[in-house]
């Protein structure tokens, strides 16, 4: 399994979690149990591996802080959105802004520029060309404003 699809899997869970209000901790400990997992295998190609031990502990470890974090990271959402409020903005693209904020923000092992250009290759499986580029807005406008680097625009 890719850190991409660890990746994918954890935007789902975090879309999960915020959708159905639950402790990520447990929506993660019945997600992944052997007998739900396997049911999802036979649904989606996203599930055709289970994650190995430092993939689980990526995919636990990013959801949990996403969750964790959230009021935070909605802030920066809201800020660098520029008028959106958060229930404008689409729920996968919501998932998708928060999970990289947080890599950017609590996870120093994955690099910003590779947190971005996942998180907008990921939205463009899940929305349209102009949530994508809302998305890559919203995650340069946060690179630029909050950590004072410059963020090429992905095309």
Not at 25 to 34: A, H
Not at 76 to 101: D, P, Q
Not at 131 to 154: C, I, S, W, Y
């Amino acid at each position: 399994m890719t850190r991409t699809t660890a990746r994918e899997i954890a935007i789902q869970l975090g879309f999960a979690a915020a959708l159905r209000k639950v402790e990520p901790s447990q929506l993660m400990d019945n997600f992944f149990s052997p007998e739900h997992y396997a049911s999802l295998q036979e649904e989606d190609e996203l599930y055709k591996e289970l994650p190995d031990k430092k993939q689980m502990a990526y995919i636990r470890r990013l959801v949990q802080l996403t969750a964790e974090n959230r009021s935070e990271i909605d802030g920066y959402i809201e800020r660098y959105s520029k008028g959106w409020k958060l229930e404008r903005i689409s729920r996968t693209a919501l998932a998708v802004m928060r999970c990289a904020i947080c890599e950017i923000l609590y996870m120093d092992e994955i690099p910003n520029a590779a947190a971005i250009n996942e998180a907008v290759e990921l939205a463009k499986g899940y929305d349209e060309p102009d949530t994508v580029a809302f998305v890559n807005g919203v995650l340069g406008g946060f690179m630029r404003g909050e950590l004072h680097k410059d963020v090429p625009a992905q095309e």
